[in-house]
């Protein structure tokens, strides 16, 4: 910018400021369109029956709310995403405590081994999906690894038995999710001083002790973070699903995110999908917002 | 979420070291045991890694061997699964890793200057106005990508832009991406000494001139942060390149896979080639600035 001819120090200023302000506006902006009024769109949709085969769309209030309250296809998806979020939630969360605790020391086996557990965290869910089911498939890997131990007779159907598939898509899930807490968890626990550990000892703490009164609480606000990320990765979870078992056998693994998606891309229900969208994000919010409240006053309180 | 996290330099704080001798003059059952816990620890991240080892190995094996041990390495290594995963007729892996860097690239390179200079530009307003900006793309943080799907679809269609790359790359830069990439710069920008951007004001300079020269070069780091997560989160995605772009635009490497591998059956050795190909560009990346990228994430994870 060319510098103008001193005026007063106010009108400068605002004067100079417009090249950044311009900046600045235009990714706001952005994030209006793309963000803020798709949110409104969709509020407005799930009032309609808005169709793309129809020209028109009526306003029906909140008819399409209702219909959820009678779809069996939308519960048993709300449910196994719930289930799902929890299980995984848990697991995921123990498993990178875990983790974490077994390979918090610095020298460089450790630090290889570091780097190796990250790793699920970097792949696309759609590699993520595709490995796991060359592996999981009745034919597949973990299945004729498992006969050649001599420990199954018959192939185990991992992702074509109902339940089975649902407790491997958690298993994949967890894998996927276990990474990123490790590494959360390991940054926590490098920050505990180790002088807390050694006052401990000579307290005549032993490492149970320790664990509980220590390394627990001082790892609070990481698993504030890794609960919270979790659940909501796992409520918006979509590409792991749809190439591990397309939602199936017979919808068993469908999630809701999956059941929003096939709503408005294949039934063309532009209305009700927008509705069970706007559901899914009442759900998600309250779930977020409620877990991190909890967790914050373990936090103070531990 | 919180922040305080962000006002020290994450990268510092992080990953420091714990102090090498870290009870080692106390208990030698400790030290005797320490061999014994190595190996576990090999042990159980070895079992914890293994989907990502059989895919390696079994990327070099012929089908007869993968059937006969397919946790053994490549003992008779072959490049015939990565030599046909490249000779596709579809092109799938060069095609895919082209569009998929077209994307990364150019939302990343929209998003650091937009979100960089609109986090300096709110760090200095009035904190209430601040604290309801920052709220409204906190949401962003949270919301489905489902949710807004199809009003973005719409969006771009009366924009003339559904189906493109063009497209694709305006809704990463204007989604929830932005909101990430504002929460970590504006964490950084805390830490910028006021007196320093004073200082530049009196000598004249711009807004624009102090943002350019002065604040990018001191949050770095935070544009590192934001660069790695961004590409490696773009280059991932599935859902957005599957329905802004559509099947008739090329794909990206996410949905190049799920399209054409999706519906036929290949062997294994072909398959576990394609992914190895596949999946080696982001994890190469990372092998390479693992230091930053774990930085990045526990301080990125406080949003």
Known sequence: MTSPPRRAGRLRALRDDGGLRALAALGLALYAVFIVLPLFMSLHTSLTNANPLNASSQYVGLANYRQMLHDSELHSAVIYTLVLAFGVTIVANLLGFGFAVLLNRTSLSYRVLRTLAFLPQVISGVITGFVWQTILTENGILNTLLQHMGLISQPVDWLGDPRLAQLSVGIVVSWVLSGFTTVVYLAALQSIPQELYDAASIDGAGPARRLRSITIPMTAPATTICVTICMITVLKLYDIITVLTGGGPAFATQSAAQYIVQLAFTSDEFGYASAVAIALLAISAVLALTMTNVLRRREVNL | MTAPAFTSSPAATATGPTPPDRGRTKSTLRQRLSPLRVLMAIVITLVFVSPIYITVVNAFKSENDIDNNPASPPLHPTMSNITSAIN????????????????????????????????????????????????????????????????????????????????LILSNVGGGYFSFAVFVYVGFMRAVPSEVVEAARIDGASSLRIWRSIVMPLVRPATATVTIFLSLWIWNDFLNPLFILGPEQGQTITTGLYLSLGQMQINFGQMFGIMFLAGIIPVVGYLLIQKQFRAGLTAGSVK
Not at chain 2, 100 to 127: D, E, G, H, K, Y
Not at chain 2, 133 to 145: C, E
């Open chain 2, 88 to 167: 596709r007729p579809d092109q799938l892996l060069q095609l895919g890793l082209r569009n998929s860097l077209i994307v990364v690239l150019c939302s990343v390179a929209l998003i650091i200057p937009l979100s960089s200079a609109f986090s300096f530009w709110i760090s200095r307003r009035q904190t209430r106005t601040r604290a309801v900006i920052l709220a409204s793309l906190a949401a962003g943080l949270m919301i489905p990508p489902q949710v807004v799907l199809l009003p973005t679809i719409r969006i771009l269609t009366i924009l003339g832009l559904d189906h493109s790359y063009p497209g």
